[in-house]
């Protein structure tokens, strides 16, 4: 079965940091992109970061670029999500998603995600 | 950010049609990029529904349909079923922001 199962979530304080994970099974992980989706309690969907397939190109989103970091780990089948100064507005459930293959312009398969709140 | 805007609400009753509208500008949907959709349910994660435009993923109805025209995107579902009720979100690619994907501002389906 194809899944990704989030992990990592918790209560952090403002300024502080967190690292999320995302665990692939199910499919060649080094063939697929991965993202980070997020969705702040009772808002929508806002793409968050992503990165291909070998990890060498990564994006972010103007609101999260320079304070969170996206990596994988092939050998663990694994995404990450390196989260520093956070603020309130990052408080949000976080979904690992995956790009479509061979036209990674969609996210075909979601983990159910982790929820992050920051709060003092 | 949402750059792409869908009304907040559409309702409709069992075995009505029903559309939601998607609606981007030239940095998107307009630039030639491929409008997607999904379906969520409360606190379920999202499910793609339609691809590039007017694609279906193996397993969805044939009630739900894509379509897109210059900078503007509809999702239709006939035959409305009690089970489609949720929330629904167009998504594409947006040339203007830094490597992103966009979404839509998400549209609560009702079934009266």
């Known amino acids: 079965e194809v899944q990704l199962v989030e992990s990592g979530g918790g209560v952090v304080r403002p300024g502080g940091s967190l690292r999320l994970s995302c665990a692939a099974s199910?499919?060649?992980?080094?063939?697929?992109?991965l993202s980070w989706v997020r969705q702040a309690p009772g808002k929508g969907l806002e793409w968050v970061s992503d990165i291909n397939w070998n990890g060498v190109s990564t994006n972010y989103a103007d609101s999260v670029k320079g304070r969170f970091t996206v990596s994988r780990d092939s050998a663990k089948t694994s995404l990450y999500l390196q989260m520093n100064s956070v603020r309130a507005e990052d408080t949000a459930l976080y979904h690992c998603?995956?790009?479509?293959?061979?036209?990674?312009?969609?996210?075909?398969?979601w983990g159910q995600g982790t929820m992050v709140t920051v709060s003092s | 950010q949402s750059v792409l805007t869908q009304p907040p609400s559409v309702s409709g009753a069992p075995g009505q049609r029903v559309t939601i509208s998607c609606t981007g500008n030239s940095s998107n949907s307009g630039a030639g990029y491929d409008v997607h959709w999904y379906q969520q349910f409360p606190g379920t994660a999202p499910k793609l529904l339609i691809y590039g435009n007017h694609n279906r993923p193996s397993g969805v109805p044939d009630r739900f349909s894509g379509s897109k025209s210059g900078t503007s995107a509809s999702l239709a579902i006939s035959g409305l079923q009690a089970e489609d009720e949720g929330d629904y979100y167009c998504?594409?690619?947006?040339?203007?922001?830094?490597?992103?994907?966009?979404f839509g501002t998400g549209t609560r389906v009702t079934v009266l």
């Open positions: 998603a995956r790009l479509r293959r061979w036209e990674p312009d969609a996210f075909d398969i």
């Open positions: 998504q594409s690619y947006d040339s203007s922001l830094s490597g992103s994907y966009v």
């Open positions: 199910g499919f060649p992980f080094d063939d697929y992109g």
